[in-house]
């Protein structure tokens, strides 16, 4: 599902894509895989998460890697630059969850906000849509500000130690 915000646009591609993004970061500080993630949270919490709870987390980890995403470019419309991806994960559904990543260059600038805003107004617009689905690290404050500055609602994990390694928002499609 492609959109356009007053700075953006985005464009349908293919997921491998996200690694090409990824790795235009080269400034950056490598972005941890969810397991390092997993292994960091496990290794800070080890007194309180038992060892018979670790396949549940790893399938919920295997929840938001997810194998069925859209992804799409993210262009600047001011000299057609690519800056990102954003992906949306079982877009079929009354409540897709979705990622982005932006080039390391591009952060921080309103981008990220711009695009979650974007695709809920898309969704509104496409009409049978709920609410968007954002789960991010913990470890990840960036993501947490993001959320939550665009109207995201922390959830009650499904699982007891979630909270641990994940937040998982909802943000509202409607005010319905």
């Not at 060892?51 to 470019?73: H, I, Q, S, V, Y």
């Not at 000299?79 to 921080?108: C, N, S, W």
């Not at 009650?156 to 499609?173: R, S």
Request: charged residues 25%; glycine residues 6%.
């Amino acid at each position: 599902m492609e959109f356009e915000t007053k700075r953006l646009y985005t464009k349908t591609t293919n997921a491998d894509f996200s690694d090409y993004i990824e790795a235009q970061s080269k400034d950056a500080a490598p972005s941890p895989d969810i397991m390092e993630l997993l292994d960091k949270s496990l290794a800070e919490h080890s007194d309180e998460v038992a060892p018979e709870d670790f396949p549940t987390l790893m399938c919920l980890c295997e929840k938001w890697r997810g194998n069925a995403l859209e992804t799409l470019k993210v262009i600047r419309k001011d000299g057609d630059e690519v800056i990102g991806y954003f992906q949306f994960m079982d877009a079929d559904t009354p409540t897709p969850y979705v990622g982005l990543e932006l080039i390391y260059k591009y952060r921080h600038m309103g981008y990220g906000t711009e695009l979650l805003l974007g695709a809920l107004d898309a969704l509104r617009h496409a009409g049978g849509y709920k609410a968007m689905g954002y789960a991010t690290s913990v470890h990840n404050p960036n993501s947490i500000a993001l959320a939550e500055k665009c109207g995201g609602i922390l959830q009650k994990p499904a699982f007891p130690h979630l909270h641990f390694f994940f937040k998982e928002y909802m943000l509202p499609v409607s005010n319905d």
